[in-house]
């Protein structure tokens, strides 16, 4: 797999040499100024756009977003989907063959060899066409400063951007909460858990109201325990991650205090059967099927939760509730009552470096009008009287029972979009869940870990993965068997130990090399 990255970075270096100049910089062709009253491109560009397929909701050439989309922008507009399963694979194939790039690569996750690519010359800056993108300029320059993350956290190394920024998903991708079941605690006058102590006792009540229950019912083991992270140390995670506070980069696993703090909440959890004792491994049918009947009453999940659970358990129970509430936090002085953020889009267009100005100028000009108030309200709504009605005041998708917006008409699946208006998000889930959103964002840590969005060189992420296969093997596995207590809390001296004599201190200094880069 080296060898094979090096072979196509190789070329991508050669074509970046001789066609291009690297970066876009020197790129030749004729640039068209004239572009038909009302449309983007001049009637004779023609632009060749690659976009993943979802396997949820896979393309559809007839969806109507091409229609709307091909109708603002003139020119012709030819499409090409590939399965998402089949991308990581495309992708550097599409990588090695320079004189066959597409103008746009519309992205449902930023490659792995992204930046390396972008680096050589196979990909062109945003920054370096903003004669052609005034409506991406204007619209990030009206964008209040503590949303500028959303564009800051797509830059290079070189302070430069080449993937295009999402904005407006933040309200509905990865958004997570802690959730609880509000009609319960309602009917017997508790109070949602300000602490971990406080949860703790909540939990013990619950249990003895429900004895068949696991008041903290929680899944995913590890993966929510980072979630809940902010709780014990803001964003605190059990693995590699940014210390924002302390301005450092740390491994949670070696923060002895911290760690065992939260090794022993849960440790006394299990023990006294307040959480599943298989939460590190729980199933979801399982999971679910304790959550939906009454045997489970807290958890730390995805907000989409709220309308799943609280639609299929009202139709034997209406008063059934799930709701978000405050994260409880430590009475170490240091948690905070968040949990971690997460909830950032993963999606984004690339512009390739065909060597053509001609066509790297219509290709920006494709991207700017995703950006503007027009692409905006037209890739997020669509047509009055096609995709959405007019009900009580308010915009309605045209759905029939079962249907979604993606599979229907193309809205918001892979490459469609860039900038959304946020109505549409809390108009494609029922009021109840809607009105927890600007809660659960202000209930949650304001900046995104690093180890998120950035990326390492070919060779740094090739030394990652070496170090993290060392150390999950080591971490996860004797963290679970502190919770479920295979191993005795007496030994946590000695983990600390054996974490001392893994690479830990050479995993850190990768990670804080590629962060100083971008920062």
Same mark, same amino acid.
């Given at each position: 797999?080296?060898?094979?990255?090096?072979?196509?970075?190789?070329?991508?270096?050669?074509?970046?040499?001789?066609?291009?100049? *690297?970066?876009?910089?020197?790129?030749?062709?004729?640039?068209?100024?004239?572009?038909?009253?009302?449309? %983007?491109?001049?009637?004779?560009a023609v632009l060749n756009i690659t976009?993943?397929?979802?396997?949820?909701?896979?393309?559809?050439?007839?969806? /109507?977003?091409?229609?709307? =989309?091909?109708?603002?922008?003139?020119?012709?507009?030819?499409?090409?989907?590939?399965?998402?399963?089949?991308?990581?694979?495309?992708?550097?194939?599409?990588?090695?063959?320079?004189?066959?790039?597409?103008?746009?690569?519309?992205?449902?996750?930023?490659?792995? *060899?992204?930046?390396?690519?972008?680096?050589?010359?196979?990909?062109?800056?945003?920054?370096?066409?903003?004669?052609?993108?005034?409506?991406?300029?204007?619209?990030?320059?009206?964008?209040?400063?503590?949303?500028?993350?959303?564009?800051?956290?797509?830059?290079?190394?070189?302070?430069?951007?080449?993937?295009?920024?999402?904005?407006?998903?933040?309200?509905?991708?990865?958004?997570?909460?802690?959730?609880?079941r509000k009609d319960i605690f309602d009917?017997?006058?508790?109070?949602?858990?300000?602490?971990?102590?406080?949860? $703790?006792?909540?939990?013990?009540?619950?249990?003895?109201?429900?004895?068949?229950?696991?008041?903290?019912?929680?899944?995913?083991?590890?993966? @929510?325990?980072?979630?809940?992270?902010?709780?014990?140390?803001?964003?605190?995670?059990?693995?590699?991650?940014?210390?924002?506070?302390?301005?450092?980069?740390?491994?949670?696993?070696?923060?002895?205090?911290?760690?065992?703090?939260?090794?022993?909440?849960?440790?006394?959890?299990?023990?006294?059967?307040?959480?599943?004792?298989?939460?590190?491994?729980?199933?979801?049918?399982?999971?679910?099927?304790?959550?939906?009947?009454?045997?489970?009453?807290?958890?730390?999940?995805? %907000?989409?939760?709220?309308?799943?659970? @609280?639609? =299929?358990?009202?139709? /034997?129970?209406?008063?059934?509730?799930?709701?978000?509430?405050?994260?409880?936090?430590?009475?170490?002085?240091?948690?905070?009552?968040?949990? @971690?953020?997460?909830?950032?889009?993963?999606?984004?267009?690339?512009?390739? @470096? !065909? *060597?053509?100005? *001609?066509?790297?100028?219509?290709?920006?000009?494709?991207?700017?009008?995703?950006?503007?108030?027009?692409?905006?309200?037209?890739?997020?709504?669509?047509?009055?009287?096609?995709?959405?009605?007019?009900?009580?005041?308010?915009?309605?998708?045209?759905?029939?029972?079962?249907?979604?917006?993606?599979? /229907?008409?193309?809205?918001?699946?892979?490459?469609?979009?860039?900038?959304?208006?946020?109505?549409?998000?809390?108009?494609? =889930?029922?009021?109840?869940?809607?009105?927890?959103?600007?809660?659960?964002?202000?209930?949650?840590?304001?900046?995104?870990?690093?180890?998120?969005?950035?990326?390492?060189?070919?060779?740094?992420?090739?030394?990652?993965?070496?170090?993290?296969?060392?150390?999950? !093997?080591?971490?996860?596995?004797?963290?679970? /068997?502190?919770?479920?207590? %295979?191993?005795?809390?007496?030994?946590?001296?000695?983990?600390?130990?054996?974490?001392?004599?893994?690479?830990?201190?050479?995993?850190?200094?990768? $990670?804080?090399?590629?962060?100083?880069?971008?920062?």
């Amino acid at each position: 797999m080296k060898r094979l990255t090096a072979l196509i970075l190789a070329a991508i270096m050669l074509f970046a040499l001789c066609a291009c100049g *690297g970066n876009g910089g020197t790129a030749s062709g004729d640039v068209s100024y004239d572009i038909p009253e009302g449309k %983007q491109l001049p009637d004779d560009a023609v632009l060749n756009i690659t976009v993943g397929s979802h396997g949820s909701w896979p393309y559809d050439e007839n969806w /109507k977003i091409w229609e709307y =989309i091909r109708e603002a922008m003139g020119g012709t507009l030819n499409y090409n989907a590939i399965p998402g399963s089949d991308f990581a694979t495309k992708f550097p194939l599409i990588m090695a063959s320079p004189d066959e790039f597409p103008d746009v690569i519309g992205f449902q996750n930023k490659p792995t *060899g992204f930046a390396d690519f972008a680096q050589q010359g196979a990909f062109v800056a945003l920054d370096d066409y903003e004669e052609f993108l005034p409506d991406y300029n204007e619209f990030w320059n009206s964008v209040p400063e503590d949303e500028q993350w959303m564009r800051d956290t797509r830059r290079d190394s070189d302070g430069k951007i080449y993937y295009a920024p999402i904005y407006g998903m933040e309200r509905a991708t990865n958004l997570r909460s802690w959730l609880y079941r509000k009609d319960i605690f309602d009917k017997h006058g508790l109070n949602t858990p300000e602490t971990i102590d406080d949860l $703790y006792n909540v939990s013990k009540k619950l249990k003895e109201l429900y004895p068949d229950s696991y008041p903290l019912c929680m899944r995913s083991g590890l993966g @929510n325990m980072n979630v809940i992270g902010s709780s014990f140390k803001p964003n605190f995670h059990f693995n590699a991650y940014y210390d924002f506070e302390n301005e450092k980069w740390s491994y949670g696993a070696t923060e002895s205090e911290i760690m065992l703090e939260m090794v022993e909440f849960f440790r006394k959890m299990v023990d006294e059967k307040l959480i599943p004792v298989d939460f590190m491994t729980i199933n979801s049918s399982t999971w679910e099927e304790l959550v939906s009947t009454d045997r489970g009453f807290m958890m730390p999940e995805y %907000q989409v939760r709220i309308d799943f659970f @609280n639609s =299929i358990a009202r139709a /034997k129970n209406p008063d059934y509730t799930m709701a978000a509430m405050v994260p409880p936090k430590s009475t170490n002085g240091i948690g905070i009552a968040k949990v @971690n953020k997460y909830n950032n889009d993963p999606m984004g267009f690339g512009v390739l @470096n !065909t *060597g053509d100005k *001609g066509r790297i100028a219509n290709a920006m000009r494709y991207v700017n009008w995703f950006y503007s108030d027009e692409g905006a309200e037209t890739i997020s709504w669509g047509k009055e009287g096609e995709t959405y009605e007019v009900v009580d005041g308010k915009r309605k998708f045209i759905l029939s029972d079962g249907e979604e917006v993606s599979s /229907k008409y193309g809205i918001k699946s892979i490459g469609t979009y860039l900038r959304v208006d946020p109505a549409v998000i809390d108009a494609a =889930i029922s009021e109840e869940q809607a009105a927890t959103t600007d809660f659960i964002l202000e209930n949650t840590y304001p900046k995104l870990d690093p180890t998120i969005y950035m990326e390492l060189s070919a060779e740094d992420s090739a030394l990652v993965a070496d170090y993290e296969t060392s150390l999950k !093997t080591v971490v996860e596995e004797n963290l679970q /068997k502190f919770i479920i207590g %295979q191993r005795p809390i007496s030994e946590w001296d000695a983990f600390q130990k054996e974490l001392s004599e893994l690479p830990v201190s050479e995993l850190l200094s990768i $990670y804080e090399k590629a962060y100083n880069a971008i920062k």
